[in-house]
């Protein structure tokens, strides 16, 4: 019998939302907290993640004997322990049972990390109309790029060798596209393993069996000699776009659907946590493009070049067939949730694009527009249409934006890669611009679209 056991140290690459699954008097969407009212990922979420990425290979074998089973008149209870992950803070420390109010306001960092102190996303989803569509107006609550968690995984053999399978399940967690919580489609959830502990305990030793019973269960004891993390490259089930040195031509905006003491609509930014060692530092909020916002502006431009591929015009077809979730490319490419007319059951199928947010390398002064709508009767403001607006210029940074894609997406029809491709084609030449106030000249960028010939291994 052997027992194979890991404790990884978790780092965003993105922000993350893992929620609470219920609502409060403020927001739609909480994120999962411990006792403490600090954010923990339950272990249930992780196994399920995992689990989900040999679901999407078909391996039933490997998921029986890993995961477990249950049939008519047999079953097997899983091999693998999933620890809930609990947040990492100064010094390399761990939060584990009860703190004091004390203890937490003590910290800067804890202090920052309470649900009441997180940053919020507001989305709004929009419809071919322009307009907000049917519950697509929420908000959420997310945790800021940079923050480290830590677990511990534990695989049991018994009679038959999980060498390789051990290696498998460290492979996944350390992928390029390990992704836990919600929204991980628009822009979240996107892990890395900082660094790890692994150790083989083999109970046929007397000396390991006394070493598995004598460790501690506590995060914060020492329980070996840390590794490196390192990726595992791009999964083999996925393809990545990259869009790289993106520039904006002029001006641009992501409108936070915030003022502040100066103007009446500010940018969106979010704080980053970058760590020194073991210490986390938190930065000045940063210029925000969510993916969310490049999530929606792609869907539509998929939609309109594969309709002009598949010959869908105006006037030979209805055109709700061939807009929003009735497009082919967007139904295979972004999911679907829809009930068909005289059926009980919905129909459902989740997206197969994974988005990225972007954040700017380094900010630069806004510029502050004023507008005003001038009454031609009276020569006056209009009411409710005098207003200013901070925007940002074309001397930031972004850092560069990975897509990626399932393989399975493009296996039916070729004219979605060539739509999906096109449509990316257009933000690297300033046919499709992002953000807000796009009707005014703003939003336009430049870039370079690497397709996945170059960036898959």
């Given at each position: 019998?052997?027992?194979?056991?890991?404790?990884?140290?978790?780092?965003?690459?993105?922000p993350?939302?893992?929620?609470?699954?219920?609502?409060?008097?403020?927001?739609?969407?909480?994120?999962?907290?411990?006792?403490?009212?600090?954010?923990?990922?339950?272990g249930?979420?992780?196994?399920?993640v995992?689990?989900?990425?040999?679901?999407?290979?078909?391996?039933?074998?490997?998921?029986?004997?890993?995961?477990?089973?249950?049939a008519?008149?047999?079953?097997?209870?899983?091999?693998?322990?999933?620890?809930?992950?609990?947040?990492v803070?100064?010094?390399?420390?761990?939060?584990?049972?009860?703190?004091?109010?004390?203890?937490?306001?003590k910290s800067?960092?804890?202090?920052?990390?309470?649900?009441?102190?997180?940053?919020?996303?507001?989305?709004?989803?929009?419809?071919?109309?322009?307009?907000?569509?049917?519950?697509?107006?929420?908000?959420?609550?997310?945790?800021?790029?940079?923050?480290?968690?830590?677990?511990?995984?534990?695989?049991?053999?018994?009679?038959?060798?999980?060498?390789?399978?051990?290696?498998?399940?460290?492979?996944?967690?350390?992928?390029?596209?390990?992704r836990?919580?919600?929204?991980?489609?628009?822009?979240?959830?996107?892990?890395?393993?900082?660094?790890?502990?692994?150790?083989?305990?083999?109970?046929?030793?007397?000396?390991?069996?006394?070493?598995?019973?004598?460790?501690?269960?506590?995060?914060?004891?020492?329980?070996?000699?840390?590794?490196?993390?390192?990726?595992?490259?791009?999964?083999?089930n996925?393809?990545?776009?990259?869009?790289?040195?993106?520039?904006?031509?002029?001006?641009?905006?992501?409108?936070?659907?915030?003022?502040?003491?100066?103007?009446?609509?500010?940018?969106?930014?979010?704080?980053?946590?970058?760590?020194?060692?073991?210490?986390?530092e938190?930065?000045?909020?940063?210029?925000?493009?969510?993916a969310?916002?490049?999530?929606?502006?792609?869907?539509?431009?998929?939609?309109?070049?594969?309709?002009?591929?598949?010959?869908?015009?105006?006037?030979?077809?209805?055109?709700?067939?061939?807009?929003?979730?009735?497009?082919?490319?967007?139904?295979?490419?972004?999911?679907?949730?829809?009930?068909?007319?005289?059926?009980?059951?919905?129909?459902?199928?989740?997206?197969?694009?994974?988005?990225?947010?972007?954040?700017?390398?380094?900010?630069?002064?806004e510029?502050?527009?004023n507008?005003?709508?001038?009454?031609?009767?009276?020569?006056?403001?209009m009411?409710?249409?005098?207003?200013?607006?901070?925007?940002?210029?074309?001397?930031?940074?972004?850092?560069p934006l990975?897509i990626y894609?399932?393989?399975?997406a493009?296996?039916?029809?070729?004219?979605?890669?060539?739509?999906?491709?096109?449509?990316?084609d257009?933000?690297?030449?300033?046919?499709?611009?992002?953000g807000?106030?796009?009707?005014?000249?703003?939003?336009?960028?430049?870039?370079?679209?690497?397709?996945?010939?170059?960036?898959?291994?």
């Amino acid at each position: 019998m052997k027992k194979y056991l890991a404790r990884i140290v978790f780092e965003a690459e993105t922000p993350l939302h893992v929620g609470s699954g219920s609502s409060d008097l403020t927001l739609d969407a909480p994120v999962n907290c411990d006792a403490n009212g600090l954010p923990q990922i339950n272990g249930a979420s992780l196994a399920g993640v995992i689990r989900s990425y040999f679901d999407e290979k078909n391996d039933k074998e490997f998921i029986n004997r890993i995961f477990g089973f249950q049939a008519k008149n047999k079953g097997e209870g899983s091999r693998l322990v999933v620890s809930n992950a609990h947040l990492v803070y100064e010094g390399g420390r761990v939060v584990e049972g009860l703190m004091t109010n004390g203890e937490i306001t003590k910290s800067k960092y804890l202090k920052a990390m309470q649900a009441y102190a997180l940053p919020l996303r507001d989305h709004c989803r929009i419809d071919d109309k322009g307009t907000a569509a049917d519950k697509g107006k929420f908000d959420n609550c997310v945790l800021p790029k940079g923050v480290r968690f830590v677990c511990e995984v534990e695989l049991t053999e018994n009679d038959e060798d999980l060498s390789q399978d051990w290696e498998k399940l460290l492979q996944v967690v350390s992928s390029d596209t390990f992704r836990v919580g919600g929204k991980v489609r628009s822009g979240l959830g996107r892990l890395s393993v900082v660094k790890l502990i692994k150790h083989a305990f083999d109970f046929s030793n007397e000396k390991d069996v006394e070493t598995y019973l004598n460790r501690s269960s506590s995060f914060n004891a020492v329980a070996g000699e840390w590794v490196k993390g390192e990726s595992s490259g791009n999964s083999d089930n996925y393809l990545c776009y990259i869009l790289d040195d993106i520039k904006p031509e002029n001006f641009f905006t992501f409108g936070s659907g915030y003022g502040d003491e100066e103007v009446d609509m500010t940018p969106k930014k979010e704080i980053v946590v970058k760590w020194n060692g073991d210490d986390p530092e938190i930065s000045k909020a940063k210029i925000l493009v969510p993916a969310s916002s490049i999530k929606g502006a792609i869907s539509h431009r998929t939609a309109f070049y594969y309709n002009k591929y598949a010959g869908n015009f105006a006037g030979k077809v209805n055109p709700e067939e061939v807009i929003g979730t009735g497009n082919e490319a967007v139904k295979t490419l972004f999911g679907y949730d829809k009930k068909a007319k005289g059926e009980a059951k919905k129909e459902i199928a989740a997206g197969k694009v994974f988005f990225d947010d972007m954040l700017v390398s380094c900010n630069e002064k806004e510029q502050i527009f004023n507008h005003v709508s001038i009454d031609r009767f009276t020569g006056g403001a209009m009411n409710g249409a005098l207003f200013d607006e901070k925007v940002c210029g074309n001397s930031v940074k972004f850092e560069p934006l990975k897509i990626y894609v399932e393989k399975s997406a493009f296996e039916k029809d070729e004219k979605i890669q060539m739509a999906f491709e096109k449509a990316l084609d257009d933000i690297c030449t300033g046919m499709l611009p992002l953000g807000s106030s796009t009707m005014r000249g703003h939003g336009c960028f430049t870039g370079t679209l690497k397709k996945p010939e170059g960036n898959n291994e």
